[in-house]
């Protein structure tokens, strides 16, 4: 292994590192709990995420050593190979990101659970990114295949994860907020710990707020669908008809501030995407590069990002520092595939592959670009890397960019030179991680 690799993947586990659940949960756990106000008498937790089922191991951990008098439940969905071990709280794997009957089953039972909740009671959920695709409970009228039809259009649109939460939101009964609302009905405190993965980290966008307040509307909703051309020939007549019966204020709209007052819930997030872009700045600065953090929140078409990139890093090769420069980054870009193309792979191999393309003129850049969930689109890969003998490989290969490119199969270019960041699932989801190195 090249010492540029070695460092491209070092810095990518130091980014999961502080993500992971196993050390987070316990310490914000003991905040909210501190010694002498533990959960006593029924404590009901339910989740929803990539991260959610490891998030309920180490709560689980954490409360057979500090609640004993709590009687511990619940349930919680995750995506299907996301699964980890638990004794009280049931965990449901479902699909993502598409919606799938597990995964409404699992919703429609923790709305029960919550349900039947009563004053003193505490509620306890574990959110992460993926929840907004798990937690799929749709309001009256919808079905789970009309839900499914939607996501499937919006996925193909190109449309980001922002602007599907909240057409999301105002087709759920869980989401928006929602959950919260049942359960503070009930006379129940709350307290939602989240793991983001959204841009500028608002409980409101993880996993779509289950517990927290909206600041969306229905009218939102109808005009996200408008702005890509979504009409009735594309998303169910059911659908359509909810988002316009809201706007006609025929039915409640989304859990507001407002709705909160003199209640007992808190949402506090526990871990976000600059924290683990930190964490692989503070471990390249050991390797003896000067980290330049571009921001947790660069979205746009994954290959426009590789194109901008290029240039970013073109600009710091003319600047006149000696030292080798690591340009760090997160966010969430999307890929619209064109009808007729299947494609392979994801936003992070294609930003990758974009670079790669766009960089033929630097011979010292090396990168990486991995879903820190692990799983980076279509295939079962984090994401890919190369550095100037990967480049050396592709050339050797005969392998055009522009050709992989053309037909969105990032994956199949960086599968040949065996290039791909393959991680299985790893339990934790604080969006995408991007490394430029940069070796003058």
Excluded at 73 to 101: F, K
Excluded at 191 to 212: F, R, Y
Aim: charged residues 20%; negative net charge.
């Amino acid at each position: 292994m090249s010492q540029q690799e070695s460092i491209l993947k070092n810095a990518f586990e130091a980014a999961l590192g502080v993500a992971d659940p196993k050390q987070i949960v316990p310490e914000y756990l003991a905040k909210i709990f501190p010694q002498g106000s533990e959960p006593r008498g029924r404590c009901l937790v339910v989740g929803a995420g990539k991260a959610s089922a490891s998030m309920a191991t180490a709560l689980e951990s954490h409360a057979k050593t500090h609640w004993p008098q709590a009687n511990l439940e619940g349930l919680v969905l995750t995506r299907y190979g996301h699964h980890s071990p638990t004794n009280h709280i049931r965990i449901i794997e479902a699909g993502h990101p598409v919606p799938d009957q597990a995964g409404m089953d699992g919703a429609r039972e923790i709305y029960r659970l919550v349900g039947e909740l009563q004053a003193g009671d505490i509620l306890i959920a574990l959110i992460s990114g993926g929840g907004s695709s798990l937690l799929t409970m749709p309001q009256a009228g919808i079905s789970i295949e009309d839900i499914r039809k939607t996501t499937e259009a919006l996925l193909r649109s190109g449309a980001p994860i922002e602007e599907m939460n909240v057409i999301r939101k105002h087709l759920s009964a869980i989401q928006g907020g929602n959950l919260a609302r049942l359960a503070i009905a009930r006379g129940a405190r709350v307290e939602a710990l989240l793991i983001s993965d959204v841009t500028g980290d608002a409980p409101a966008d993880i996993a779509s707020g289950p517990c927290a307040p909206d600041y969306s509307t229905y009218q939102d909703a109808l005009s996200i669908l408008e702005k890509h051309h979504l009409g009735s020939e594309i998303i169910p007549a059911s659908v359509l008809s909810h988002l316009h019966r809201g706007v006609a204020g025929e039915i409640p709209e989304t859990l507001k501030e407002a709705d909160l007052k003199n209640t007992a819930v808190s949402n506090h997030v526990i871990a976000t995407a600059y924290q683990s872009l930190e964490a692989a700045a503070n471990y390249v600065r050991t390797q003896g590069y000067e980290p330049v953090i571009l921001g947790d929140t660069i979205t746009g078409e994954a290959r426009d990002v590789g194109i901008e990139q290029s240039t970013l890093s073109r600009q710091h090769f003319l600047t006149e520092t000696t030292k080798p420069i690591a340009l760090i980054s997160g966010g969430e870009c999307t890929v619209t595939i064109p009808n007729g193309i299947k494609g392979r792979g994801g936003r992070c191999s294609e930003y990758l592959l974009s670079l790669f393309a766009a960089s033929t003129d630097l011979p010292n850049i090396s990168a990486l670009a991995a879903d820190t969930d692990g799983i980076d689109g279509s295939e079962k890969n984090a994401g890919a890397w190369f550095t100037p003998a990967i480049r050396q490989a592709a050339h050797e290969q005969g392998l055009m960019p522009s050709q992989y490119l053309a037909q969105h199969d990032c994956y199949g270019f960086f599968a040949q030179l065996d290039a791909l960041v393959e991680t299985g699932p790893t339990l934790t989801n604080v969006n995408d991680f991007r490394i430029i190195l940069l070796d003058k």
